[in-house]
T-cell receptor, first 113, second 114 residues
Framework: QKEVEQNSGPLSVPEGAIASLNCTYSDRVSQSFFWYRQYSGKSPELIMS????GDKEDGRFTAQLNKASQYVSLLIRDSQPSDSATYLCAVIRFPNSGYALNFGKGTSLLVTP | NAGVTQTPKFQVLKTGQSMTLQCAQDMNHNSMYWYRQDPGMGLRLIYYSASEGTTDKGEVPNGYNVSRLNKREFSLRLESAAPSQTSVYFC?????????????FGQGTRLTVV
């Protein structure tokens, strides 16, 4: 079982809608959770980080963390065609692998005009 | 401010050839990592260097070696390339050897082994 699980998608939402991306992780000692966006042929870029239970908002993006359920999500409000990309969930386990980020396989998001 | 720089961006190798992928960061980060990304497999950790002077194996180290030349540079070497090593390789760095900060990625090296 991979440590970080995401639905591969594609998730298709109309422009202006809310996109909801989900991620579960297997290790309860996980700390530090991240959402990255990756456009085709490009490198991952950070969207949000979250370290404690609850919600964290940044512009149109909201990250939600529930450590008891081992679940982290990303909401994108007012989705735009430019949001079409693959979204990678990443988790840091303590203290393995030099605190490397463990990534899910990513969810492909398509925002249709 | 360049961030994380990888060279080359593209490379085609013949089976059995060797090459070194270069990575340099100018952010004074302690930790550096090499990942490979394959369709349907996500990003997988090859090797990491938690701090200058240390290196260790990640999830998929077979067929690779690394060198942490100094705090800035972390290279990945393929001694005898195989078609299974066709992939996109990303170097990443983090400021501290500990949780709580994100990784910054280079632009990637697209490697094809024929």
């Amino acid at each position: 079982q991979k440590e970080v699980e995401q639905n591969s998608g594609p998730l298709s939402v109309p422009e202006g809608a809310i996109a909801s991306l989900n991620c579960t992780y297997s290790d309860r000692v996980s700390q530090s959770f991240f959402w990255y966006r990756q456009y085709s042929g490009k490198s991952p870029e950070l969207i949000m980080s979250i370290y404690s239970n609850g919600d964290k908002e940044d512009g149109r993006f909201t990250a939600q963390l529930n450590k008891a359920s081992q679940y982290v999500s990303l909401l994108i409000r007012d989705s735009q065609p430019s949001d079409s990309a693959t979204y990678l969930c990443a988790v840091i386990r303590f203290p393995n692998s030099g605190y490397a980020l463990n990534f899910g396989k990513g969810t492909s998001l398509l925002v249709t005009p | 401010n360049a961030g994380v720089t990888q060279t080359p961006k593209f490379q085609v190798l013949k089976t059995g050839q060797s090459m070194t992928l270069q990575c340099a960061q100018d952010m004074n980060h302690n930790s550096m990592y090499w990942y490979r990304q394959d369709p349907g497999m996500g990003l997988r950790l090859i090797y990491y260097s938690a701090s200058e002077g240390t290196t260790d194996k990640g999830e998929v180290p077979n067929g690779y070696n690394v060198s942490r030349l100094n705090k800035r540079e972390f290279s990945l070497r393929l001694e005898s390339a195989a078609p299974s090593q066709t992939s996109v390789y990303f170097c990443a760095s983090r400021p501290i050897t500990g949780p709580g900060t994100e990784a910054f990625f280079g632009q990637g090296t697209r490697l094809t082994v024929v």
